[in-house]
């Protein structure tokens, strides 16, 4: 537990000093999102339709923009071999680094998504929805996206593969964080979708640690 | 203590080395010799558990290595020094002791900072420092781990003459406090009165011919 929370304090000082990373992420989802009214016009019903989805698709994105560095900057400086070797086991240590990712990129975007899903003209009952799966939801996209950043270290053109891998395995996500927000708009029942999400996230957090430390070793071999 | 038998070793299609055998018991250094690319570094990546051997037995204190118990007992130095350009060389420090299950390690850090000479430097982000003072910093990691086994790659690289006295030392005391090490290295280690030398490069040369 001290080598948890050890690199999680690490990961979280180098991601406030280095700081651009994050309002890159959040740059590119509010401009993503201003998009979709210039592309699809302004009418206020279509969008007011799609901006749950919008904001979850573009959310998606914006979080797969800084999945490649998760593992890359330790593995080009030797640290990923010392992390290897710690006592402690693998995947408790790729878990303190999913949650000091989830912190710094996931965090940021949940704060902006409501201002952007108002923006896009989202009526103000969708918002607790859309918060509520997102935050069920992003843990997951983190997790899942441990896999592929693993497996992609050490290929070249990694960056490019990594979207490759992870976005289908975010479709579940998707479609129940969508259904989140759509069952809020439209007066459904919500807990199904947020269930599901839940349940979703319950299996990402034993198996995508497990997975990701067997693509590291890979990595390192 | 560590021994391997008949150790083989693969990367891609090259047989690096094959037939290697070694015994190594308390307060014992084991240097590996051999040109560059002849397989030192892979042999104590080998040693230290990150690669698999392709045939042959590793073992320390009888048992093969199995992973958790016997990593709690072994410090590694790579060639590269893994410090963050952001973090500090007590952060840093402080860290990598984390990590190996040490909390409120900052007295213990500062100690071994001043042992290699970076008690001035403790504050300084890590991007400010030089080469030789990041090797430096990575060894003052393999100092404070209280690891019964050190496995160096290449510690005196960049180092300079007070820093290899500062390392040698320090190896002298590991070793008399019964630690055992694995060194790869050239001219500057012929003083430290190895017990065991491995000169390798047998099958590369082989493999030109």
Same mark, same amino acid.
């Given at each position: 537990?001290?080598?948890?929370?050890?690199?999680?304090?690490?990961?979280?000082?180098?991601?406030?000093?280095?700081?651009?990373?994050?309002? +890159?992420?959040?740059?590119?989802?509010?401009?993503?999102?201003?998009?979709?009214?210039?592309?699809?016009?302004?009418?206020?019903?279509?969008?007011?339709?799609?901006?749950?989805?919008?904001?979850?698709?573009?959310?998606?994105?914006?979080?797969?923009?800084? +999945?490649?560095?998760?593992?890359?900057?330790?593995?080009?400086?030797?640290?990923?071999?010392?992390?290897?070797?710690?006592?402690?086991?693998?995947?408790?240590?790729?878990?303190?680094?999913?949650?000091?990712?989830?912190?710094?990129?996931?965090?940021?975007?949940?704060?902006?998504?409501?201002?952007?899903?108002?923006?896009?003209?989202?009526?103000?009952?969708?918002?607790?929805?859309?918060?509520?799966?997102?935050?069920?939801?992003?843990?997951?996209?983190?997790?899942?996206?441990?896999?592929?950043?693993? +497996?992609?270290?050490?290929?070249?053109?990694?960056?490019?593969?990594?979207?490759?891998?992870?976005?289908?395995?975010?479709?579940?996500?998707?479609?129940?964080?969508?259904?989140?927000?759509?069952?809020?708009?439209?007066?459904?029942?919500?807990?199904?979708?947020?269930?599901?999400?839940?349940?979703?996230?319950?299996?990402?957090?034993?198996?995508?640690?497990?997975?990701?430390?067997?693509?590291?070793?890979?990595?390192?071999? | 203590?560590?021994?391997?038998?008949?150790?083989?070793?693969?990367?891609?299609?090259?047989?690096?080395?094959?037939?290697?055998?070694?015994?190594?018991?308390?307060?014992?250094?084991?240097?590996?010799?051999?040109?560059?690319?002849?397989?030192?570094?892979?042999?104590?990546?080998?040693?230290?558990?990150?690669?698999?051997?392709?045939?042959?037995?590793?073992?320390?204190?009888?048992?093969?290595?199995?992973?958790?118990?016997?990593?709690?007992?072994? !410090?590694?130095?790579?060639?590269?020094?893994?410090?963050?350009?952001?973090?500090?060389?007590?952060?840093?420090?402080?860290?990598?002791?984390?990590?190996?299950?040490?909390?409120?390690?900052?007295? !213990?850090?500062?100690?071994?900072?001043?042992?290699?000479?970076?008690?001035? =430097?403790?504050?300084?982000?890590?991007?400010?420092?030089?080469?030789?003072?990041?090797?430096?910093?990575?060894?003052?990691?393999? =100092? !404070?781990?209280?690891?019964?086994?050190?496995?160096?790659?290449?510690?005196?690289?960049? =180092?300079?003459?007070?820093?290899?006295?500062? %390392?040698?030392?320090?190896?002298?005391?590991?070793?008399?406090?019964?630690?055992?090490? %694995?060194?790869?290295?050239?001219? !500057?280690? =012929?003083?430290?009165?190895?017990?065991?030398?491995?000169?390798?490069?047998?099958?590369?040369?082989?493999?030109?011919?």
């Amino acid at each position: 537990m001290t080598a948890f929370l050890a690199l999680l304090r690490r990961d979280l000082r180098l991601a406030l000093r280095q700081g651009s990373d994050a309002a +890159l992420v959040i740059v590119f989802f509010v401009l993503a999102a201003v998009l979709y009214p210039f592309a699809i016009g302004p009418e206020p019903g279509l969008l007011e339709r799609i901006a749950g989805g919008v904001v979850w698709v573009t959310a998606l994105l914006a979080a797969l923009l800084s +999945l490649e560095r998760l593992f890359l900057a330790d593995y080009q400086d030797g640290a990923l071999d010392l992390l290897a070797l710690a006592p402690e086991p693998a995947p408790l240590l790729i878990l303190a680094k999913v949650a000091a990712h989830w912190l710094t990129t996931a965090l940021p975007l949940m704060a902006a998504a409501p201002v952007v899903a108002l923006m896009l003209g989202a009526p103000a009952t969708s918002i607790a929805p859309l918060m509520a799966a997102l935050a069920l939801g992003t843990p997951s996209l983190s997790l899942i996206g441990a896999i592929g950043a693993a +497996l992609t270290l050490g290929a070249r053109r990694g960056g490019v593969l990594v979207p490759l891998l992870v976005l289908p395995l975010y479709i579940p996500v998707l479609i129940f964080g969508a259904a989140a927000v759509e069952a809020g708009m439209s007066g459904a029942e919500l807990y199904p979708p947020l269930a599901i999400l839940a349940a979703l996230l319950l299996a990402a957090l034993p198996l995508a640690p497990l997975a990701a430390a067997a693509g590291l070793r890979n990595a390192l071999r | 203590m560590l021994s391997g038998k008949g150790l083989a070793c693969r990367r891609g299609e090259r047989l690096v080395f094959s037939d290697l055998d070694f015994e190594l018991a308390e307060g014992e250094l084991l240097l590996l010799r051999g040109a560059n690319g002849s397989g030192k570094s892979t042999l104590l990546r080998l040693i230290a558990g990150l690669i698999q051997p392709e045939r042959g037995v590793l073992s320390w204190q009888g048992a093969p290595i199995t992973k958790e118990d016997y990593r709690a007992k072994l !410090a590694y130095l790579g060639h590269l020094d893994a410090t963050k350009p952001e973090l500090t060389p007590r952060e840093d420090l402080c860290f990598w002791l984390g990590v190996r299950g040490k909390i409120r390690a900052q007295q !213990a850090a500062d100690l071994t900072l001043a042992h290699l000479g970076l008690e001035g =430097l403790a504050d300084l982000p890590c991007r400010l420092l030089s080469a030789g003072q990041r090797r430096r910093l990575a060894l003052a990691r393999i =100092l !404070a781990s209280g690891a019964k086994l050190w496995l160096l790659d290449e510690p005196f690289t960049a =180092l300079d003459e007070p820093a290899i006295l500062a %390392v040698r030392t320090m190896l002298s005391q590991h070793r008399a406090s019964s630690g055992l090490a %694995v060194m790869a290295a050239h001219g !500057a280690a =012929l003083e430290l009165a190895p017990s065991l030398e491995l000169v390798l490069g047998g099958h590369a040369a082989e493999e030109k011919a």
